[in-house]
């Protein structure tokens, strides 16, 4: 034997040692998890649900739709029932396929309603932003009614008891988007995220209608300190509605409330709450300029003159 296949045995005995410690990723017994890449599919499929006309195959008409639908919603269905199984029995639930089949079925009963919060997002989007100029672009285009929509959809499943599958789901759309949204937030109508990048929506957050936020937001917890004790407690913040948040903002704690028709400015940090009505901003701070020696720029107080 070689020295290199000597080494690569040394190493492979070696790894196989620490699987043996016992601790959370060592597990390697045959168990079956969700899969990701069949989660991924499915949202994929359900925006074409959602959104017929802007999701669907090129071989899809009009005119055979209902077909089209149908086998669409059974290929869903199929692969969801089975996630939702895996995923039950993997934490020993007691009959995990009759809990599966009805929480499918509960799930796309719940389709039209997603629909329809969905369209009050598209008209917040293009009702709140100048630059947008169509709902067809807004739909195409904006990364936060993506996040939007597969949190609305994940939103349904949460709250319908499943595990785990409904925060892959939203961390699909962190991972395309840069928007967080804990699928068990509750989201209002007429939601509007612009931009969106690092924006940070926690567990236990109520947002009400005709909410905006910029990039860069958090609506987030006090503190974690407390670990796994804080669970099932409220943490995260309440935004009433009719208020805006500005890029940089977070708003922080379980106790805290924007009261309705407020505006937050940028970079604010609030951990009281806010009285309806109320604009928030941070005063301006001083800048400083230094002169550099830079050839042929010309002295910075001339500059301003």
């Known amino acids: 034997m070689s020295t290199i296949e000597q080494r690569i045995e040394h190493v492979v005995d070696s790894i196989l040692r620490d699987y043996g410690q016992g601790r959370d990723i060592d597990k390697i017994e045959l168990r079956q998890y969700p899969d990701k890449a069949v989660i991924t599919d499915i949202i994929e499929k359900l925006l074409r649900i959602v959104y017929p006309g802007f999701f669907r195959e ?21 692969n969801l029932n089975r996630e939702i199984r895996l995923v039950f029995q993997n934490e020993g639930a007691q009959n995990a396929d009759e809990k599966a089949q009805e929480i499918c079925l509960a799930f796309f009963d719940e389709i039209p309603g997603i629909r329809a919060l969905v369209q009050t997002d598209v008209q917040a989007a293009y009702d709140g932003d100048p630059a947008a100029t169509s709902k067809d672009e807004v739909i195409f285009c ?64 109520v947002i009400g209608s005709h909410v905006k936020i910029y990039q860069g937001v958090t609506l987030g917890g006090l503190t974690t300190r407390g670990g796994q004790s804080l669970r099932g407690m409220k943490r995260h913040p309440t935004i009433e509605d009719n208020v805006t948040i500005y890029a940089g903002a977070s708003v922080l704690g379980g106790e805290t409330v924007i009261g309705r028709d407020s505006v937050i400015g940028s970079n604010a940090f609030i951990t009281k709450s806010v009285p309806p009505c109320t604009t928030v901003s941070m005063k301006m701070q001083e800048l400083q300029y230094k002169e550099r020696s830079c050839a042929g720029c010309p002295k910075v107080k001339d500059h301003f003159q």
């Open 58 to 78: 090129k071989a899809f008409r009009m005119y055979n739709a209902k077909h089209h639908l149908s086998m669409l919603i059974e290929d869903v269905m199929y």
């Open 142 to 205: 904006y990364p936060g009614l993506y996040a939007i929509t597969v949190y609305r959809l994940a939103h349904v499943l949460y709250r319908l008891g499943v595990p785990m599958i409904p925060r892959i789901m939203t961390e699909y759309a962190h991972g395309i988007t840069g928007i967080d949204i804990h699928p068990g937030a509750t989201v209002g109508d007429y939601f509007f995220i612009d931009h969106g990048t690092g924006i940070v929506i926690g567990e236990t957050t």
